[in-house]
T-cell receptor
Framework: SQKIEQNSEALNIQEGKTATLTCNCT??????LQWYRQDPGRGPVFLLL?????KEKRKERLKVTFDTTLKQSLFHITASQPADSATYLC?????????FGKGTKLSVKP | DGGITQSPKYLFRKEGQNVTLSCEQN?????MYWYRQDPGQGLRLIYY???????QKGDIAEGYSVSREKKESFPLTVTSAQKNPTAFYLC????????????FGPGTRLTVL
């Protein structure tokens, strides 16, 4: 079955370091990938979108890459801050509907 | 103040009772979605609607029902047939543009006692 897999359930890093989260597409070649941030007890909030013909997208301290050969997306947060602590969801889409991964819970320690 | 609202935030029901979760949006979005989220799990699609008076089953539609009589509203009914209804329910909407992002409501946490 088609899956979006985020292999790390949790990631702990020190403030100021770069956080790198991984998203793999299994039996699935989405036309685009989206990344969302979710805080506890709240709905996800959209961060970035990358299409299959794009290598990299940036927004402030965020960067996302998409390797369509590996079917893998990497999501980077540079100069991480404790306020970046949250769960980050990867979602793949082709016709409007999205398939979500389980998310990676990022903890940034001061 | 545009957005998508869900009510109530917390909902408690006795086993065997049907319950309806509200979802309203004033973003003029055509498509609306219902997801279920369990601890440590990703979002699983229950139902979606691309246009008024039309909706489609998602991956886990059994035990749920929806209606889309108005563009702004997409209520979800959790029926007594749903075997494990306790979960966090999220409603989302988006425009017709296929790659457009989904905008999520704040969620409703349903607990069945």
């Amino acid at each position: 079955s088609q899956k979006i897999e985020q292999n790390s359930e949790a990631l702990n890093i020190q403030e100021g370091k770069t956080a790198t989260l991984t998203c793999n597409c299994t039996n699935y070649s989405p036309a685009y990938l989206q990344w969302y941030r979710q805080d506890p007890g709240r709905g996800p909030v959209f961060l970035l979108l990358i299409r299959e013909n794009e290598k990299e997208k940036r927004k402030e301290r965020l960067k996302v890459t998409f390797d369509t050969t590996l079917k893998q997306s990497l999501f980077h947060i540079t100069a991480s801050q404790p306020a970046d602590s949250a769960t980050y969801l990867c979602a793949g889409g082709s016709q409007g509907n999205l398939i979500f991964g389980k998310g990676t819970k990022l903890s940034v320690k001061p | 103040d545009g957005g998508i609202t869900q009510s109530p935030k917390y909902l408690f029901r006795k086993e065997g009772q049907n319950v309806t979760l509200s979802c309203e949006q004033n973003l003029n979005h055509d498509a609306m979605y219902w997801y279920r989220q369990d601890p440590g799990q990703g979002l699983r699609l229950i139902y979606y609607s691309q246009i008024v008076n039309d909706f489609q089953k998602g991956d886990i539609a059994e035990g749920y029902s929806v209606s889309r009589e108005k563009k702004e509203s997409f209520p979800l009914t959790v029926t007594s047939a749903q075997k494990n209804p306790t979960a966090f329910y999220l409603c989302a909407s988006r425009t017709r543009q296929i790659t457009d992002t989904q905008y999520f409501g704040p969620g409703t946490r349903l607990t069945v006692l």
